[in-house]
Nanobody
Framework: QVQLVESGGGSVQAGGSLRLSCVAS????????MGWYRQAPGKQREMVAR??????????NYADSVSGRFSISRGNVENTVYLQMNSLKPEDTAVYYC???????????????WGQGTQVTVSS
């Protein structure tokens, strides 16, 4: 069983910063990409940032709404990902979910896995 666990959420005033962490555990052979998504009350889940590996090179993509403010990175430990969030705005308030495309030892394919989510609340 693959599990993704997020941490680092909390409450912060507008203009503040938070750093989210995600660790994937289990019998994982490889993860090609990991990312962060968020869902605000009454809204659809949206992609915030994603980082993927092509060969030995990592490529990052961001939603327009967070570009220049958020930064995604892979950890030195395999199957970890971080999201540095700066200049937070009230509209960033949401539950943030970690996602990973992972191949297990017992599988010949890559599959998507999701964390349980961590709450981020930004007050004005």
């Amino acid at each position: 069983q693959v599990q993704l666990v997020e941490s680092g959420g909390g409450s912060v005033q507008a203009g503040g910063s938070l750093r989210l962490s995600c660790v994937a555990s289990g019998r994982i052979l490889s993860s090609n990409s990991m990312g962060w998504y968020r869902q605000a009350p009454g809204k659809q889940r949206e992609m915030v940032a994603r980082i993927r590996r092509v060969g030995s090179t990592n490529y990052a993509n961001y939603a327009d709404s967070v570009s220049g403010r958020f930064s995604i990175s892979r950890g030195n430990v395999e199957n970890t990902v971080y999201l540095q969030m700066n200049s937070l705005k009230p509209e960033d308030t949401a539950v943030y979910y970690c996602n990973a495309n992972i191949r297990r030892y017992s599988s010949e394919t890559y599959d998507d896995y999701w964390g349980q989510g961590t709450q981020v609340t930004v007050s004005s």
